[in-house]
C-alpha cells in the first residue's frame, strides 16, 4: 500500500506540474500579445504626437512671424513720424501718406494713428528706432533698402526732399550700414527736379501764379534744400553735387518764368500801343 500510494503520489504531482507549466506557458504566450499591442499603440501615439508637434511649430511660426509683423510695423510707424517731425508738425495725411506706402498689416488703423502721435511726441530720437530694426532683423540689407526707398517717397509725398530729411534720411542709412551709392541712387530720384520739362512744374506752380506767390515758392524752394546746409554730412561732396544742380535747375525755371512773362508783357504793350 505505501508504493501504490507513493506512485500514486508521483503521478498526480507529475500531472500537476505539467498542468502549471502549461499554464505558465500559456500565460507568457498571452502575455505577448498585449506587448504587441502596446508597441503598436506606442507607434501611434509617437506619430499622433509627432503631428501635434508639427502643428504646434507650425502654429508657433505662424505666431513668430506675425510678432515680427507687429513689431516691424511699429517701428516702421515711428521712423516715419520722426521723418514727418524733420520738417515741421505732423499731420493726418502724413499718417495717411504711411499706411499707403508703407502696406501695414500688422497694427491695426486705429492702432496706427496712435502709434503715430506717441512717436511724434516722444523725445526719443530716430536712430533708436532705425538701430531696433536691425536688432529685431540682423543682416537683413534686403529690409533696410526697403523701408529706406519707402521713406524717401514719404519725404516727397508733401513736396521736393527738403534739407532735413536729407539729413535723416542719410543717418537712417548709416544706421542700417548700406552703401553711399545707395543713398545717393535714391536722392537723385527724390531730389532733383525733371530737366528740360515745363518750369511750373518744376516749381510746383499753376501757369496763373501770382508774381508774389511765384517769388515766394521760388525762395522757399532755394531754402528748402541749399547745398550750405549738406557739407558735413559723409560722402558730402556727392550730395553738394546733387543739391547744386537741384539748385540750378530750379534757378533756371523761375528765370524761364520771368523771361516768359517780361515778354508777354512788352508784346500786350505793343498791341494796346
Request: no cysteine.
Given at each position: 500500500m505505501p508504493l501504490a500510494f507513493l506512485v500514486i503520489f508521483l503521478i498526480l504531482h507529475n500531472m500537476a506540474l505539467g498542468e502549471k507549466q502549461m499554464l505558465a506557458g500559456a500565460s507568457s504566450r498571452r502575455s505577448w500579445v498585449p506587448s504587441l499591442?502596446?508597441?503598436?499603440?506606442?507607434?501611434?501615439?509617437?506619430?499622433?504626437e509627432?503631428?501635434?508637434?508639427?502643428?504646434?511649430?507650425?502654429?508657433?511660426?505662424?505666431?513668430?512671424k506675425g510678432v515680427q509683423l507687429a513689431a516691424r510695423d511699429h517701428l516702421v510707424i515711428a521712423l516715419a513720424a520722426k521723418l514727418a517731425m524733420?520738417?515741421?508738425?505732423t499731420n493726418s495725411e502724413e499718417l495717411a501718406a504711411t499706411r499707403q506706402i508703407f502696406l501695414l498689416q500688422g497694427v491695426p488703423e486705429e492702432k496706427s494713428e496712435e502709434l503715430f502721435l506717441e512717436a511724434a511726441r516722444d523725445p526719443i530720437r530716430f536712430e533708436h528706432y532705425a538701430r531696433r530694426v536691425v536688432t529685431l532683423f540682423p543682416e537683413n540689407p534686403q529690409m533696410y533698402r526697403g523701408v529706406v526707398g519707402r521713406l524717401f517717397q514719404l519725404a516727397a509725398a508733401d513736396g521736393p526732399v527738403n534739407t532735413?530729411?536729407?539729413?535723416?534720411?542719410?543717418r537712417v542709412c548709416d544706421?542700417?550700414?548700406l552703401s553711399p551709392q545707395f543713398f545717393l541712387q535714391k536722392l537723385r530720384l527724390y531730389l532733383l527736379p525733371p530737366e528740360g520739362g515745363n518750369p511750373y512744374d518744376v516749381l510746383g506752380v499753376r501757369r496763373n501764379v501770382s508774381e508774389e506767390l511765384l517769388k515766394k515758392t521760388y525762395y522757399q524752394a532755394v531754402r528748402a534744400c541749399h547745398p550750405d546746409k549738406l557739407s558735413f554730412l559723409d560722402s558730402a561732396e556727392e550730395i553738394l553735387q546733387l543739391a547744386t544742380r537741384r539748385?540750378?535747375?530750379?534757378?533756371?525755371?523761375?528765370?524761364?518764368?520771368?523771361?516768359h512773362r517780361r515778354a508777354g508783357k512788352k508784346t500786350e504793350a505793343k498791341v494796346l500801343a
Open positions: 499591442l502596446g508597441g503598436r499603440q506606442r507607434r501611434e501615439r509617437d506619430e499622433a509627432d503631428t501635434l508637434l508639427l502643428s504646434e511649430d507650425q502654429r508657433v511660426e505662424k505666431f513668430r524733420a520738417d515741421g508738425p532735413d530729411e536729407i539729413i535723416y534720411l542719410k544706421v542700417f550700414r539748385l540750378t535747375i530750379i534757378s533756371e525755371a523761375y528765370s524761364a518764368i520771368r523771361q
